[in-house]
């Protein structure tokens, strides 16, 4: 049995799992977000009242790492960020640690469990307070540290849109660059767009789609921009992976009508064309950070301790 962790900065979520299909929630607690200490002591807690004795513990975590230097940079959890997370976890709770960013956790599970079964290459595309991705090729994440497949970040937002006419200032993005999707594509993104196009005037990403979906005119033109903008670097990321499915998760994929207007105009501009949905909605919709973080533990004690791991 492991332990794995879905640590967001509101709520860390504990479950124990013996296989990806037995993955069991208990617990959910505030998250301490500037006090290491309070931190580690949360989750010494849990691993203290775990009703069996876990061999390893797994972390899906809302930031990344970086490979070469194991050092964390979490925005929404300060007192993780600059530290070599995976060693200081280590060596405090006493057991192996293995740890991901949340949306290659997310892109794994669907692999394993949701749209993604039977693709060789599955992008995992989060579609929500943010914009990000994960990469799975043949069941394995491409690289550590959360930094592959993260469509949200780059310069890469088209400034002149031609149906309708518009042209878009270069928004700043929280990564420090300006001009990236996740300025405009995300659901805060979203409510960015159409306070620039339609006045500034209080809006929600969801009133927004749902006035969509009912044909409003004004919401119509911000969803045509948002898919002009999103189709684009999308099909790019398709032509590069040739992935056979791309799993739409976050707060805006749960818009049927959306995800499909978004595949349409992906299908469009990508060089493969398909005659099957390519970009759908996630399957895994309970918890896939702490499926995400079971799969990449057991596989973890798999290699350390020649566990078969249990299909």
């Not at 949306?103 to 990000?132: M, W």
């Not at 009133?207 to 684009?232: F, K, P």
């Not at 501009?269 to 099957?276: H, N, T």
Request: glycine letters at 12%; a negative charge.
């Amino acid at each position: 049995m492991i332990l794995c962790f879905d640590i967001g900065g509101t709520t860390i979520k504990a479950a124990q799992a013996t296989s990806v299909t037995d993955v069991t929630l208990i617990a959910r607690i505030p998250t301490p977000i500037y006090d290491f200490t309070a931190f580690v002591g949360v989750l010494a807690d849990i691993v203290a009242q775990a009703p069996v004795p876990p061999q390893a513990l797994a972390f899906s975590i809302a930031g990344v790492v970086d490979p070469d230097t194991g050092r964390a940079t979490m925005a929404n959890i300060p007192c993780l960020t600059g530290r070599n997370l995976k060693d200081d976890l280590q060596q405090v709770l006493g057991l192996p640690v293995v740890l991901a960013n949340d949306a290659d956790c997310f892109a794994l599970a669907e692999s394993a469990t949701g749209a993604g079964q039977g693709h060789h290459v599955v992008f995992g595309l989060i579609l929500g307070t943010g914009v990000g991705g994960g990469i799975v090729v043949r069941g394995s994440l491409i690289n550590s540290g959360g930094f592959a497949g993260e469509i949200g970040h780059g310069p890469v937002a088209q400034r002149v849109i031609d149906q309708p006419q518009i042209t878009l200032p270069a928004f700043a993005c929280g990564c420090g660059q300006t001009g990236c999707l996740d300025a405009v594509c995300s659901a805060r993104g979203i409510e960015r767009l159409h306070r620039h196009l339609h006045g500034d005037r209080p809006c929600d990403s969801r009133d927004i789609v749902a006035a969509w979906e009912r044909g409003d005119v004004d919401a119509t033109t911000t969803i045509d921009v948002w898919l002009a903008l999103l189709a684009g670097p999308l099909a790019m990321v398709q032509n590069v992976l040739g992935a056979g499915i791309i799993a739409a998760g976050g707060g805006l994929s749960t818009s049927a009508p959306l995800i499909n207007a978004l595949d349409a105009a992906v299908r469009d501009r990508c060089l493969r064309r398909f005659d099957r949905p390519l970009v759908v909605p996630a399957r895994c919709t309970v918890e896939p950070g702490l499926i995400g973080a079971a799969l990449l533990g057991l596989r973890h004690i798999t290699a350390l301790f020649g566990t078969e791991l249990r299909k």
